[in-house]
C-alpha cells in the first residue's frame, strides 16, 4: 500500500502550503474561466491542489504558479470531457467580487462612471467568456495571470508559435466582438 508521504510529513505539508496558497486565487480565476461555474470551479481548485499536494514530492520546479495552471487545467479538461453529453448551463451571473474599487483607490468615481465601468468590465468578462476554450484559456493566462508565452506553452502543451497565434486571434476576437456590441442600439 503507497504511503502518502504528504500527510506523513508536517514539514512538506508546510513548504506546499507557503508555495502554493498564494496563488489560490489565480488558480480560482482560471477555473472559472475555463469551467465557467463557480461550483465547479471551486470543485476543479480543490481537486487540483489535493493533487498538487499528493505530487509536491515530485516537483521541483521554480515556477509554481505554471505548474498548479497546468494541473487544474487537466482537471478542467477532465471534467469537460466527462460533461460531453450533458448541456452547457448558463454562466452565473457572480462577479466574485471583481468589481470592488481597491483600497488604494484615491478618488472616488461618479456614479456615472461606475455604472459604465461595471457595465464595461461585465460586457468584457462576458466576451471573454464566449471564446473558444483554447482562446478563452490562453487570453485568461496571458492578459489576467501575466504568464509569459514559454510558461502558456508549457501549461497547454502547444508551441510557443501556436500561444501566439492563438492569443492574437483571441484579442482581435474580442475587438471584433466589442465592437460589434459597442455599434448596437440599446
Known amino acids: 500500500m ?4 504528504a500527510r506523513d510529513d508536517p514539514d512538506q505539508t508546510r513548504r506546499f502550503r507557503d508555495a502554493a496558497l498564494p496563488y489560490l486565487d489565480d488558480v480560482y480565476t482560471l477555473a472559472r474561466y475555463l469551467l465557467r461555474q463557480r461550483g465547479d470551479a471551486e470543485d476543479a481548485v480543490q481537486e487540483c491542489y489535493l493533487r498538487a499536494l499528493k505530487h509536491f514530492d515530485s516537483y521541483h520546479g521554480p515556477a ?19 460533461r460531453v453529453e450533458m448541456p452547457i448551463a448558463e454562466v452565473e451571473d457572480d462577479t466574485g467580487g471583481l468589481d470592488r474599487t481597491p483600497i488604494w483607490h484615491d478618488a472616488q468615481p461618479s456614479p456615472e462612471a461606475l455604472l459604465l465601468q461595471r457595465r464595461d468590465a461585465s460586457a468584457i468578462r462576458r466576451l471573454v467568456e ?22 502558456i506553452a508549457g501549461i497547454v502543451g502547444a508551441p510557443v508559435g501556436t500561444v501566439m497565434s492563438r492569443l492574437a486571434r483571441a ?14 442600439p440599446k
Open 171 to 184: 484579442r482581435a476576437m474580442l475587438r471584433a466582438a466589442w465592437l460589434a456590441e459597442q455599434e448596437l
Open 2 to 5: 503507497p504511503v502518502d508521504t
Open 130 to 151: 464566449a471564446l473558444a476554450e483554447p482562446f478563452r484559456e490562453t487570453i485568461v493566462l496571458r492578459e489576467i495571470h501575466n504568464l509569459s508565452y514559454r510558461e
Open 64 to 82: 509554481m504558479k505554471p505548474w498548479l495552471f497546468a494541473i487544474l487545467r487537466n482537471v478542467c479538461h477532465a471534467e469537460m470531457a466527462r
